[in-house]
């Protein structure tokens, strides 16, 4: 239980950073050229490591046919992690909650015959839904 509880820590601590990045660029607002890169970097690296952990399940047990689509899944959250970087704040911030879910309904679907990890299923839909949310004051401002 130990090491869940660092788990959750440091999983929920993870949506603190595009919620004060915000907070900097309302109250500071003439540093708008470096919190909104900071925020891109940010939800790209959430995005990046959701992929990487696609692949650290697959490593971490025997080999199935079903693990095809976590190694895919892996590789094309990465790759749209890339992307994503290229487009204004305005456009970036929907299509990287539309990404963070799609991981999220695929790890979902994954896992829907069984009770394993289900702290974590639980815990992965919480700060999807926070981590997209956090977000939000930094779309409104944008747009």
């Given at each position: 239980?130990?090491?869940?509880?660092?788990i959750?820590i440091?999983g929920?601590g993870?949506?603190?950073p595009?919620?004060?990045?915000?907070?900097?660029?309302?109250?500071?607002?003439?540093l708008?050229s470096?919190?909104?890169p900071?925020?891109k970097?940010y939800?790209?690296?959430i995005?990046?490591?959701l992929?990487?952990?696609?692949?650290?399940f697959v490593?971490s047990?025997?080999?199935?046919?079903?693990?095809?689509?976590?190694?895919?899944?892996?590789v094309?959250a990465?790759?749209?992690?890339?992307?994503?970087f290229?487009l204004?704040i305005?456009?970036?911030?929907?299509i990287?909650?539309?990404c963070?879910?799609i991981?999220?309904?695929?790890?979902?679907?994954?896992?829907?015959?069984t009770?394993?990890?289900?702290?974590?299923?639980?815990?992965?839909?919480?700060l999807t839904i926070?981590l997209?949310l956090?977000?939000?004051?930094?779309?409104l401002?944008s747009?």
């Amino acid at each position: 239980m130990g090491n869940q509880k660092l788990i959750y820590i440091l999983g929920y601590g993870g949506a603190l950073p595009p919620l004060f990045l915000f907070l900097v660029s309302l109250f500071y607002p003439n540093l708008l050229s470096v919190t909104v890169p900071m925020s891109k970097v940010y939800g790209i690296g959430i995005l990046s490591f959701l992929g990487g952990m696609q692949w650290g399940f697959v490593i971490s047990r025997p080999f199935s046919s079903l693990d095809n689509g976590r190694l895919i899944i892996g590789v094309t959250a990465s790759l749209c992690a890339c992307f994503l970087f290229l487009l204004p704040i305005e456009v970036y911030i929907p299509i990287l909650v539309l990404c963070l879910s799609i991981v999220l309904i695929f790890e979902h679907a994954f896992h829907r015959n069984t009770d394993e990890l289900e702290w974590y299923k639980r815990m992965r839909t919480h700060l999807t839904i926070l981590l997209s949310l956090s977000f939000v004051p930094l779309f409104l401002q944008s747009i």
